[in-house]
Nanobody, 119 residues
Framework: QVQLVESGGGLVQTGGSLSLSCAAS????????IGWYRQAPGKQRELVAE???????AYADSVKGRFTISRDNAKNTVDLQMNSLKPEDTAVYYC?????????????WGQGTQVTVSS
């Protein structure tokens, strides 16, 4: 059973920075994709950033140039460095990983961590 555990959320002022970390129970390179989603109150969950096997890193347009995703196989973590934070970045951030097989996709989710950006 794969486990993803997020850490690093909190409260920060507009323009500040936060770093989120997702610890996986197996090698982060063993997944076909791993990344971060977020869900704000009353809104749908959306992709923030994702590392995909054999493809360029994906970022939401709203975070390009401000957020950076990276992974550390020695620590089995995928991290999200968030700079120049805005109130609209306030959301619960979820770590996601997936594995693809013949005719199926298996998704794994963390429990989420709250990020609040005050104006």
């Amino acid at each position: 059973q794969v486990q993803l555990v997020e850490s690093g959320g909190g409260l920060v002022q507009t323009g500040g920075s936060l770093s989120l970390s997702c610890a996986a129970s197996r090698s982060v390179f063993s997944f076909d994709g791993i990344g971060w989603y977020r869900q704000a109150p009353g809104k749908q969950r959306e992709l923030v950033a994702e590392l995909r096997s054999g493809e360029p890193t994906a970022y939401a347009d709203s975070v390009k140039g401000r957020f950076t995703i990276s992974r550390d196989n020695a620590k089995n973590t995928v991290d999200l460095q968030m700079n120049s934070l805005k109130p609209e970045d306030t959301a619960v951030y979820y770590c996601n990983a997936y594995s693809l097989g013949l005719g199926y996709e298996r998704d794994y989710w963390g429990q989420g961590t709250q990020v609040t950006v005050s104006s």
